[in-house]
């Protein structure tokens, strides 16, 4: 199956600083999503983007299908933005989600 | 975005007991919804991919007769626990989708067997 790399595992970021996390993936895939787990576990749908460039407020993603990865962008961190960050790519009919990225923003 | 609501969001349970999770997509019809399960500090792990009328399609290593799962209508899947014990305690995601487009999740539910 596919194998879906997230890089750093872990990140810890003072306040307003920005960020950039990485998802990389071994096969093609007809797309790709990224998402923020709250502690509470719920997966907030952050990007909907099989390839080219999105942004939504302080977030921005990037997705380079034929090179198989894709970058989330966060700038300006708030401590709001703590979580787990997960990227997941679809191929066929399956979605497989990435390692995570573990975020912590502090004051 | 698209609504998707499970329940219970937890329950404990006796070892040896089932449990029945569901799984309703609110305001779309879900074509094929999943069934996830997150270990603590850890990704999520796919049990298996259902569509609306036909049999689940199950990930290897993941028992059919443990982890029921019916995608009867196009707004409702169930996953039952069948005969449950400590080790099935983890945290039950679904998600769902319409075609080709992206996959919205539930809440999630924590399940804690003793």
């Known amino acids: 199956g596919i194998q879906v790399e997230q890089s750093p595992p872990d990140l810890i970021l003072q306040e307003g600083a920005n960020s950039t996390l990485r998802c990389n993936f071994s096969d093609s895939v007809n797309n790709l999503q990224w998402f923020h787990q709250n502690p509470w576990g719920q997966l907030i749908n952050l990007f909907y983007?099989?390839?080219g460039t999105k942004q939504n407020g302080r977030l921005s993603a990037t997705t380079v299908a034929t090179e198989r990865y894709s970058l989330l962008y966060i700038s300006s961190s708030q401590t709001t933005d703590s979580g787990v960050y997960f990227c997941a790519v679809r191929g066929g009919n399956k979605l497989t989600f990435g390692t995570g990225t573990q975020l912590k923003v502090e004051l | 975005g698209a609504v998707v609501s499970q329940h219970p969001s937890r329950v404990i349970c006796k070892s040896g007991t089932s449990v029945k999770i569901e799984c309703r997509s609110l305001d779309f019809q879900a074509t094929t919804m999943f069934w996830y399960r997150q270990f603590p500090k850890q990704s999520l792990m796919l049990m298996a991919t259902s569509n609306e009328g036909s049999k689940a399609t199950y990930e290897q290593g993941v028992e059919k007769d443990k982890f029921l799962i019916n995608h009867a209508s196009l707004t409702l899947s169930t996953l039952t626990v069948t005969s449950a014990h400590p080790e099935d305690s983890s945290f039950y995601i679904c998600s769902a989708k319409w075609r080709n487009t992206e996959a919205f999740f539930g809440q999630g539910t924590r399940l804690t067997v003793v």
């Open positions: 983007i099989p390839s």
